[in-house]
Structure formats: C-alpha cells, structure tokens
C-alpha cells in the first residue's frame, strides 16, 4: 500500500507543479475537470444519505463558479452564483410539492454546501493561479504545503509515534488512523518543507511561513470534513480514479483550503 501510494504521488505530484507551472488552458482543464468529478463524488454521497439533489443544477453551477474564478473581470457569473441558489431552492420546492422528497430541507442544504464547498471554495484554485505576481510559485507552495504535511503526519503517526511517542488519536470517531503525534510531525515536516520551496521559489519568507503553518495546522480540517460525509455515507474512499488514493474529493479535500487561503494571503501582502 505504501509503495503503491507513493508511486502515485511521485507520478501525479510533478505533473501537476508542471501544469501549474504552464498555467492558461493547460491547468484550467484538469482543474475544472477535477472539481465537476469532484463534484459528482460528492452528489453520489448525498444520494447514498438519503438525499435528492440534482447533479443537472449542480454541476453547473459549479462549473460558472470556476468560470468566475478563471475570468474575475465578468462580474455576471457573481449574479450567476445567485441565480443558481435560486434554482436549487426552486428545485427542492418542487420535491416537496410532488412528494417525492420527505428531506427536502436537507437536499437544499446539501446543494447548497456543494456550491460552496466546489464552487466558490474551488474557485480559488484559479483565482490563485490568476494573481498579477507570483502567480505559479504561490500556487505551487500551497499544494506543497499541503502534501507535505499530510505527508508527515502519514509518516510520522505510521511509523514513529507508535514507537518513540506513542499513539493518541486525533479524531477516533471520523479518522482512527490520524493521531496526534502524526499532526504535530506534519505540522513540522509541513512548514519546514514550505519554507524550503519558498526559498527556491524566490518567495518573501514570512507570508510563505504564515501559508505553512496554516496548511499544516487548519487544512486538515477539510480532510476530516470529508470524512465525516463519507462515514455517513457508509463508504471508505469518496471513488476510485486515484487509485489507492481514492477520489478527487479525497485528493482536493485539504488543499481546497490551502489554495483560498493562499489567495487571501497574497491579497493582503499584496
């Protein structure tokens, strides 16, 4: 399983930096056809809870909002963002009135966090990409950021903490597998990484400090979010194109946060 993980990351992780790296057309498409996977992901699992939304509205809904992250200038896909709220609850009326949904509530607020969550969250993989300086190297710290401290916490609560600290669960109920040792070691691990691609990215060391220790430390949170939705949906990954990594929502659940906050950084040093 560690083999099979690491080739994977060692294969998909560079390809990626490239594509970041190249930015336009050749990172908008993989982006954008992550987060509609992702997205679908996500509606299978609300299906699985007993839920009723419409992945017809969802998608592309999220996909106007990665429009407005890629073209910020068009202020009509804002408008769009509440046009969509308004169809969703249109939707769901629909339900209640035909009764064909005894959750109707709950599929509104599921659609809902869906468009937040992968559409104007997920925007900011762009809006990062899209800033007037640095544009790729932030881009590239915030996905370094993350992996290296999901990376650390791996390995330091697989093979170290057991054995030199001991084993404290961080989240028995959604994560058993994550302990407090591993936090604390992809805390460290995450931000000394950061700060090392920071130097070689020719960044400002404080702001690329403050992104390290905010990737290490809140980014989990989006880990254990996902979690929580797919042990209510019963089910171990979120899908399978990754392999052994699971899904795409399974890949971005962390570095959704990274990147938006990343972009806020970079507005305000900037």
Not at 32 to 36: F, H, K, V, Y
Not at 175 to 187: A, F, L, Q, R
Not at 215 to 219: E, F, G, H, K, T
């Given at each position: 399983m560690l083999w099979q993980r690491a080739l994977i990351a060692l294969t998909l992780g560079p390809l990626a930096l490239y594509l970041v790296y190249l930015g336009e057309w050749y990172y908008f498409l993989p982006i954008?056809?992550?987060?509609?996977l992702a997205t679908y992901e996500f509606g299978q699992m609300m299906q699985r809870m007993g839920l009723?939304?419409?992945?017809w509205i969802l998608i592309p809904a999220v996909v106007l909002q990665l429009l407005n992250g890629q073209w910020p200038e068009y202020q009509l896909f804002g408008v769009l963002f509440l046009v969509s709220l308004l169809v969703m609850l249109a939707y769901v009326l629909w339900l209640y009135e035909r009764r064909l949904s005894d959750t109707a509530p709950m599929d509104w607020m599921a659609m809902m966090g869906g468009l937040v969550l992968l559409g104007w969250v997920g925007s900011h993989f762009l809006r990062l990409r899209g800033v007037e300086t640095f544009a790729w190297q932030w881009t590239i710290l915030a996905l370094v950021s993350t992996w290296a401290a999901d990376s650390g916490a791996y390995l330091v609560g697989k093979f170290m903490a057991g054995r030199i600290l001991g084993r404290h669960q961080l989240s028995p109920r959604l994560?058993?597998?994550?302990?407090?040792?591993?936090?604390?070691?992809?805390?460290v691990l995450g931000t000394a990484i950061t700060l090392t691609f920071a130097y070689f990215l020719k960044l400002p060391w404080l702001p690329s400090l403050v992104l390290g220790l905010l990737?290490?430390?809140?980014?989990p949170l989006g880990d254990l979010g996902i979690s929580l939705l797919k042990r209510e949906a019963k089910i171990k990954d979120s899908g399978t194109v990754f392999g052994v990594h699971g899904g795409a929502l399974d890949r971005i659940d962390s570095v959704l946060w990274s990147v938006t906050m990343a972009y806020y950084l970079v507005l305000f040093i900037s």
């Open positions: 954008t056809a992550i987060i509609i009723h939304i419409s992945l994560s058993p597998n994550k302990t407090v040792e591993g936090y604390i070691g992809g805390i990737a290490s430390i809140v980014s």
